[in-house]
C-alpha cells in the first residue's frame, strides 16, 4: 500500500494489520495469567508493527504480512520478557510439577492423571488445578522457545536458527513428536488446536466445553508433561 509520491502508507497498514496485532495478543493470552492486559499486549504488538514498516525491505524475499506476523509476535514477547511477571513462587511449583510428572510417569510407564499428580505432591485437586492456572503464564517463553513457528526474528536476520528450527532440524525431532503423541488426547487435541488451528482461549474452551480457564490449566499440564519428556 503506497501513496501518490510511492511510499508506504504507514496510516492504512496500521488500519489494515491491526486485526492481525488483536488476533496475536488473543492468541498469547492461553498462556498467560490473568493479570496481563490484553491492551498491553495489543499495544506492544503495534510497536512491533510499526518498526516493521520502517524496516521492511521487499528486497529480503518475506512477504510483508510474514515478516509483520513475526515481528508483531516477537516484540509482544519481548514486552513479556521485560516485566518479568511471574514470581519465583509461581516458577518453583511449575518446576514441582515438571518433576512430579517425570516420577510419574516413569513409576508408572504411562502419563499420570491429574489426581495422581496431585496426590504425588500431596495437594487436593483444586489446590493442584490452581497451580496450574498459576504456573501457565510461567510457562510461556521456554515453551515459546521449544515449539513457537516463529521465533523473534529481526529485519534482515540471517543469524543462526530459532532453538525449534534446530530442534526440527536435529536428533531430537523424533522426540518432541513422540512426546506429542504420548499426550493425552485432550491435551493433544488443545495443542492442535492453539499452535495449527491458532484458535483463541474462548474457542478452544469451546471446542473441549470447558471454561477458559481450564483451558489454561490444561495448556499448563500438556507443557510440563512435554518438558518432563524433553528434560
Do not use: C, F, P, T
Given at each position: 500500500m503506497y501513496t501518490a509520491q510511492g511510499k508506504i502508507d504507514q496510516?492504512?497498514?496500521l488500519e489494515q494489520y491491526l486485526p492481525i496485532v488483536r488476533r496475536q495478543a488473543l492468541a498469547l493470552q492461553v498462556k498467560l495469567p490473568a493479570s496481563v492486559e490484553l491492551d498491553d499486549?495489543?499495544?506492544?504488538?503495534?510497536?512491533?508493527l510499526l518498526d516493521c514498516l520502517n524496516r521492511?525491505?521487499?528486497g529480503q524475499g518475506a512477504a510483508f504480512t510474514t515478516y509483520a506476523?513475526?515481528?508483531i509476535r516477537g516484540a509482544m514477547i519481548d514486552e513479556l520478557r521485560s516485566r518479568d511477571w511471574v514470581p519465583r513462587s509461581v516458577r518453583r511449583n511449575a518446576r514441582s510439577i515438571d518433576e512430579s510428572i517425570r516420577r510419574l510417569e516413569q513409576r508408572m510407564g504411562r502419563a499420570p492423571e491429574e489426581r495422581e499428580i496431585a496426590d504425588d505432591m500431596g495437594l487436593a485437586l483444586e489446590e493442584y488445578?490452581?497451580?496450574l492456572g498459576d504456573a501457565n503464564g510461567g510457562q510461556l517463553l521456554p515453551f515459546e522457545e521449544l515449539v513457537s513457528d516463529g521465533g523473534e526474528p529481526s529485519a534482515g536476520d540471517s543469524g543462526p536458527l530459532s532453538p525449534f528450527a534446530s530442534l526440527v532440524d536435529g536428533e531430537q525431532r523424533?522426540?518432541?513428536l513422540d512426546a506429542i503423541n504420548a499426550l493425552p488426547?485432550?491435551?493433544?487435541?488443545?495443542l492442535g488446536l492453539y499452535y495449527q488451528e491458532e484458535l483463541n482461549l474462548k474457542e478452544i474452551g469451546a471446542v473441549l466445553e470447558v471454561s477458559e480457564s481450564r483451558v489454561c490449566q490444561l495448556?499448563?499440564?500438556?507443557v510440563s508433561r512435554l518438558r518432563s519428556r524433553l528434560a
Open positions: 496510516e492504512a497498514l499486549l495489543i499495544q506492544a504488538g503495534m510497536v512491533g521492511y525491505d521487499a506476523s513475526q515481528r488445578q490452581q497451580l523424533q522426540q518432541l488426547e485432550r491435551e493433544k487435541l488443545l495448556h499448563s499440564q500438556a
